[in-house]
């Protein structure tokens, strides 16, 4: 349930962030696709992945930044 809330806060904050990072922008590009409830959920999800990676190999979690990327 906490996941699910957290997924649902970043995806409202990438709809006013002037840059988001590359995590939510691949939410708010299946929010469009799929609607809000299907994109929080699938977020919720990458969140809990991603979360367990971190813990499993006890490295600290590097943020990208999507401009970067494109």
């Given at each position: 349930?906490?996941?699910?809330?957290?997924?649902?806060?970043?995806?409202?904050?990438g709809?006013?962030?002037?840059a988001?990072?590359?995590?939510?922008?691949?939410?708010?590009?299946?929010?469009?696709?799929?609607?809000?409830?299907?994109?929080?959920?699938?977020?919720?999800?990458?969140?809990?992945?991603?979360?367990?990676?971190?813990?499993?190999?006890?490295?600290?979690?590097?943020?990208?930044?999507?401009?970067?990327?494109?």
């Amino acid at each position: 349930m906490l996941l699910i809330h957290g997924a649902r806060s970043a995806l409202r904050a990438g709809h006013v962030t002037k840059a988001p990072d590359d995590l939510r922008t691949w939410a708010l590009a299946l929010e469009r696709r799929k609607g809000h409830n299907v994109a929080a959920v699938a977020l919720a999800n990458k969140l809990a992945r991603v979360g367990w990676r971190v813990w499993r190999d006890q490295r600290p979690f590097v943020r990208r930044d999507a401009a970067k990327e494109a």
